[in-house]
């Protein structure tokens, strides 16, 4: 087989078949197909696309280019959940223990945060000694025995995915729903999970601009799951102003704690019960969405979601006496209101703009190598729809010193737009995908 005749094959707007695939991804993965030649093929296929079996056999072919994780050890059914990724996404941190109180296991592989959107493992790094770094015996004797597990994806996991995505990053050829589904889709299934629900986000901080891609992708992505032999349900969901109120690591980490005391609602907690029904409807926990909701609910009431926190922050060699003490997680320096320069009402806040004043407060990695400050960011006293007077705080940035603090303050308080009516607000859950 010559990778010069499936490229031009693809480029010609034809059907690559198993074998090629197969052929591609092993020889990409192992060393033996070169650089250009991938690329050349990547961006053949996205102008070209690929059918519904070309997806899928590519997804296969790269959950298998290393090592898959076997959770048959664990007893029940096991859950994952996977966000394409927002700014102020600090679901997981509240979702996973929520559900793991219900008495469904959640394995969770996760990653660090890039650019405007952060990641579930830096903002865990908010507990002193917290660690994702888990041997598989200690991923999988964990989730059996505290209901949940995070850990770092590990080298071996998904090797073709980690080579090709840093390809298509610097080739123009992220955008691409066969190329998305492929990388997101063999991921989680070489994860392990037998439930899979994908957290779509659609907007102006997420991914997916707009809700119509948002759906395609969402669409494939649960095809691609059921083809795989995978409960796999998608929820669309808005990200056009930053999720919740925090936006920072440690910030987050308050605030889902928040949550799981029961002091925090709003879109952040309807998200999670939308996520955790799916989770505990596709487990066979609970017979309906509604009963779902009740038993995630009073898990939250009675404590034990909170608990199972703690529990899980132990588990991973972290201090869980910061789940009941926010005092014990990193606190910035400096803390200044960004006041509101007019009277009305927040008609919107840039959610992706408002991600990179977290970056460049020294939250966020503009590189891959970048250091993170855990405890930057801001706190929203205002979202969209909320009256506003004029001077009232709009924010409150947490900074390392006086000069990051001012600057962000300036910044923030620009990616909010007022007008003089109440705006019309689109529902946190667009649509769910089953
Ligand atoms: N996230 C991924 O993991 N892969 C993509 O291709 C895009 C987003």
Known sequence: MQMTDIIARKRDGGELSREEIQFFIEGYTRG???DYQASALLMAIVWRGMTRRETLDLTLAM?????????????????????TGGVGDKT???????????????????GRGLGHTGGTIDKLESFPGFSCALSDEA??????????????????????????????????TVSSIPLIVSSIMSKKLAAGADVIVLDVKCGDGAFMKTESD?????GEMVEIGKLAGRRTVACITGMDQPLGRAVGNALEVKEAMALLRGDFGGDLLELCLTLGSCILTESGAAASDGEARLKLERGIADGSALAKLAEFVAAQGGDARAVYDASLLPSAPVTV??????????????????????????????????EIDLSVGFVLNKKSGDAVKKGESLAIVHARDAESAARAARDLA???????ARPEL?????????
């Open 32 to 34: 033996s197909i070169p």
């Open 63 to 83: 959950m298998h280019s290393g090592e898959t994780l076997d959770l048959s050890s664990i007893s029940g059914v096991k859950a994952d959940k996977h966000s």
């Open 92 to 110: 997981s941190l509240a979702l996973l223990p929520m559900v793991a109180a219900q008495g469904v296991h959640m394995a969770k592989m996760s």
């Open 139 to 172: 991923f999988l004797s964990q989730v059996q025995r505290v209901g949940f597990a995070i850990a770092g994806q590990t080298a071996d996991l998904d090797p073709a995915d980690k080579k090709l995505y840093a390809l298509r990053d610097v080739t123009g």
């Open 214 to 218: 948002a759906r395609t992708l969402a």
């Open 337 to 370: 209101p960004v006041p509101s320069p007019a009277d009305g009402y927040v008609s919107a806040i840039a959610a992706e703009r408002s991600g990179l004043v977290s970056m460049h407060l020294g939250g966020g990695r503009a590189t891959k190598d970048s």
């Open 414 to 420: 620009d990616c909010f737009s007022f007008s003089d």
């Open 426 to 434: 689109k529902p946190i859950i667009r649509d769910i995908i089953r």
